[in-house]
Structures are given as structure tokens and as C-alpha cells.
């Protein structure tokens, strides 16, 4: 009894402190200072994860009440907006706010993209993890790497300037502004993102597949494409995820190369319009900020959040279907 007593007063806790204290070299005071700071530590983890929930509740919020005011709108219905591929709220007469237009012209922008940063990307990760020399790996991965710092603005003035002319060098059918030249802007950008994470996730196999597939007589090729590239799905699948939404989300390039005409296309030599980009042209526009014009501009970010989140759930599930676990 007195026992159970002794273990339940501070004295036995000090007295454990200072044991512990002799055996870690520490006194019992230095021991409390470092359960402070590991308690203070703790706090201010939990405070950054609480403050991005609470940032990531307020934008949400502020869509979604910006966007209930623009379907309050008179001028506005559930019909026209899900079902019309007509986009013109700027135009004199009969507004009209078909989104499928904006969608549109932002899947073929995000489509020509693809098209050239998954497999370009995926080819140069495995290169770089399984056939580059560690020199050249050592150089070419940073040198890649820096595409992603480049101003976005510079990727939409280069194509612009420099990729639409030699497409209409190569064809007379492209328009100054057209969706290749963002969507090959837009390519070059996600490029690196692709390229970085899908080599990552290469160089995490582990080296005894590779070495067993060596000794059953496998060449370098099939290693690679036989084993390290499904053995790595996973992450493989994670980067082109995380490139298809910088892709749909990017702003600049498109505001730029695409153009400003909002039209249901699949031909990439034509203008069109995307999401973001028809949020920047009303964000630096001079309609009013109570009309419907630039309600729209909400509803318009809130679909897009809508989109990107369903891409983000469908990543997850894929990632966590082909997730190879090694010990």
C-alpha cells in the first residue's frame, strides 16, 4: 500500500527524472527543458496543420457563397450553365454561361500538354535512374529541375513569340493565339515535375529486383520496363496525377498563348479560352463586382476546385491499387 502510495507522489517522478537524468548525463532541470521545448515543438506542429485546414476551409467557403450568389442570379439557370457550350457573359443582348466551353478548351490545352510531358518525362526518369552515369545524372536532374523555377509569364511570352511562329511556319492554319502553343508551353513546364518524381520513385526499387532479374539472364531493357517501371507504378501514377493538375490549374501560359474565345473545339489550331484563364481576364477587367459578370468568375473557380479535387481522390485510389510495399 505505501508502496503504490510512493509511486503515485511527485517524489518517485523526480527521483525516476534524475535517474534517467544520471544515465543520459543530464540533470533533472535540463530534463524538463527538453520536454518543454519538445511540448512547445509539438503545439506549433499542430497549429501549422490546424492553420492549412482553416485556410483551406475559408477558401472553400468564400466559393461557395460567391458561387450561390451567381446562381441567384436572374440571368443565370442550372441548365444553361451545365448544358450549354456557349460562354459570353461580356457580350451585349443574351448573356449566356455554357461552361463546357471553359472546360473544353481546358482539357485540349491539358491534353497537348500530356501528350508531350508523360511520355517525354517518363523516358528521361528511366534513363536517368537506370542507363545515365552518375555524373551525368548528377548534372542533367538539377538542370531539368530549374525549368520548374522559371516564371510561368516567361513560358507563355516564349510561346508566344517563339512556338506559335513556327507552327504557322509548319502550317498556315494556326491562328496568333491557339491551343498547341499553350498546350506545348504548358508540356515543357510540367516536364520536370514528371521527370523528378518518376525518377524518384525508380531509384526507390529496391536493387535486389534488379539483381534478380540480372541473374535470370534479363537485359538492361527489360529490367527496366519489366520490373523497375511496374515495381514503381505507384509513384509513376503519382506524377501524372500531380502534372494533369498543374496543368489544368496553370494560369499564365494559357492566358497568354491561348487566346480569349471561349468555344466548344478539338482543333488545336484555334483560340480558345480556359478556366483560369477567364478568371485572370475578369480579375483585370472593369465589370462591376456585383454583377453577374463577375459572379461568374467564382463559379467558375469553384468547378475548377470541384475538378481538381475529384482528380486528387482518383489519384489516391489508383495510388493506393497498384502500391507496391518492400521489406
Known amino acids: 500500500m505505501s508502496s503504490a502510495n510512493s509511486l503515485a507522489t511527485p517524489t518517485w517522478r523526480g527521483d525516476l527524472d534524475d535517474r534517467v537524468g544520471k544515465y543520459l548525463g543530464r540533470s533533472h532541470r535540463s530534463l524538463k527543458l527538453v520536454r518543454g521545448r519538445e511540448t512547445v515543438i509539438y503545439a506549433i506542429l499542430i497549429a501549422s496543420g490546424l492553420f492549412s485546414l482553416l485556410i483551406t476551409g475559408a477558401i472553400i467557403y468564400v466559393l461557395a457563397i460567391e458561387t450561390v450568389s451567381f446562381f441567384k442570379s436572374d440571368e443565370v439557370t442550372f441548365a444553361n450553365f451545365f448544358g450549354s457550350t ?45 542507363y545515365a552515369p552518375r555524373g551525368v545524372r548528377n548534372v542533367l536532374k538539377p538542370v531539368l529541375e530549374v525549368l520548374a523555377g522559371v516564371p510561368t ?78 515495381a514503381a507504378l505507384s509513384g509513376i501514377i503519382s506524377a501524372f496525377l500531380l502534372a494533369i493538375a498543374r496543368a489544368v490549374g496553370e494560369t499564365m501560359i494559357v492566358a497568354l498563348a491561348a487566346g480569349s474565345l471561349a468555344q466548344a473545339t478539338l482543333d488545336p489550331r484555334q483560340q480558345v479560352q480556359t478556366m483560369t484563364g477567364f478568371m ?37 485510389l489508383v495510388r493506393r491499387r497498384f502500391r507496391e510495399a518492400y521489406e
Open 86 to 130: 456557349t460562354w459570353n457573359p461580356l457580350l451585349g443582348g443574351t448573356k449566356s454561361f455554357g461552361i463546357w466551353a471553359l472546360i473544353c478548351g481546358t482539357m485540349l490545352v491539358t491534353a497537348i500538354a500530356m501528350s508531350i510531358a508523360l511520355p517525354l518525362g517518363l523516358i528521361t526518369a528511366i534513363y536517368l535512374s537506370e
Open 280 to 316: 485572370v481576364q475578369m480579375a483585370s477587367g472593369d465589370v462591376s463586382n456585383y454583377g453577374t459578370e463577375y459572379y461568374s468568375m467564382y463559379a467558375v473557380a469553384f468547378t475548377l476546385f470541384v475538378m481538381t479535387l475529384a482528380l486528387t481522390m482518383v489519384g489516391n
Open 153 to 230: 509569364v516567361v513560358y507563355g511570352f516564349f510561346a508566344l513569340m517563339t512556338i506559335t511562329p513556327i507552327l504557322q511556319w509548319l502550317h498556315s492554319g494556326f491562328s496568333v493565339y491557339n491551343a498547341a502553343s499553350a498546350g506545348i508551353a504548358v508540356g515543357i513546364l510540367c516536364l520536370p515535375t514528371v521527370c523528378s518524381l518518376a525518377e524518384d520513385a525508380l531509384q526507390a526499387v529496391p536493387r535486389g529486383l534488379r539483381e534478380g532479374a540480372y541473374g535470370l539472364g534479363a537485359t538492361r531493357f527489360d529490367v527496366s520496363v519489366k520490373v523497375v517501371v511496374p
